[in-house]
């Protein structure tokens, strides 16, 4: 794993980081947790996993525009900033609009920094908390999903290539319909995957009898709890002062 703070770090820095923008009652409050995320994502890791996690949000950068188009249009309270005919653009509809917009992104963040961890490291990282082992071990698997999930999407988008299939220029009911085609089967798959996985592991014992592989555990340095102290402090005087 390429950080050099200890997983654990790691996964409460995620989990303080995803609670806090739900938490967040203004567009500067999510904007300045998103800015938090990033710095964080360049501290764990480089400037090299910022430019991967731009060009996953450039992939959906269709799917954002679309939230934010139906959020600026169907929330119709508060103030009115623009009107004509039909359209309003509301006080409701900005918020809600741009939000959602950051929560995402700090989701697919999250999902980010989480994705680079190996189960094996996981499933450390969760025991040590004494969390029941079938969810120690569905957690671990299930939260790589981001990262497979864009590693079949880049081979994917390669055999599409080889096959001179492409959509551009492909009207956008076309589009979708492939798409959808394309998605579905991949997302079974790698749920398959992950249920073989964790029945597998279940059948070796874990999670039944108590039959675990003996870990090595690393505990957290001292710079551990500096930078968590320091997040979760920043994150509290954003919310609340």
Request: with cysteine; glycine share 4%.
């Amino acid at each position: 794993m390429p950080t050099t703070l200890h997983i654990k770090s790691l996964l409460l820095i995620n989990i303080i980081l995803t609670s806090s923008i739900l938490l967040s009652k203004s567009i500067l409050d999510s904007f300045i947790i998103f800015v938090l995320g990033l710095i964080s994502l360049i501290i764990f890791y480089n400037t090299t996993k910022l430019k991967h996690y731009l060009l996953f949000i450039n992939k959906f950068r269709v799917l954002f525009i679309t939230l934010l188009i139906f959020q600026l249009l169907l929330r119709r309270q508060g103030d009115i900033y623009f009107s004509w005919y039909f359209i309003k653009i509301t006080e409701s509809g900005v918020f809600y609009a741009f939000n959602s917009i950051l929560r995402y992104l700090v989701i697919l963040l999250s999902a980010t920094m989480l994705g680079s961890a190996s189960p094996y490291q996981m499933i450390k990282a969760l025991r040590t908390w004494k969390m029941p082992e079938i969810i120690t071990i569905v957690v671990s698997f299930t939260i790589q999903f981001l990262r497979i999930l864009q590693i079949d999407f880049k081979i994917l988008n390669q055999n599409l290539q080889k096959r001179n299939i492409t959509f551009k220029g492909m009207p956008l009911k076309k589009r979708f319909a492939l798409i959808s085609n394309l998605i579905i089967p991949i997302i079974g798959n790698l749920f398959s995957n992950i249920k073989h996985k964790v029945t597998a592991m279940e059948l070796n014992g874990y999670a039944i009898n108590n039959k675990t592989i003996p870990f090595r555990y690393q505990k957290c340095k001292f710079y551990d709890y500096i930078f968590i102290l320091t997040f979760l402090g920043v994150i509290i005087y954003v919310l609340y002062f």
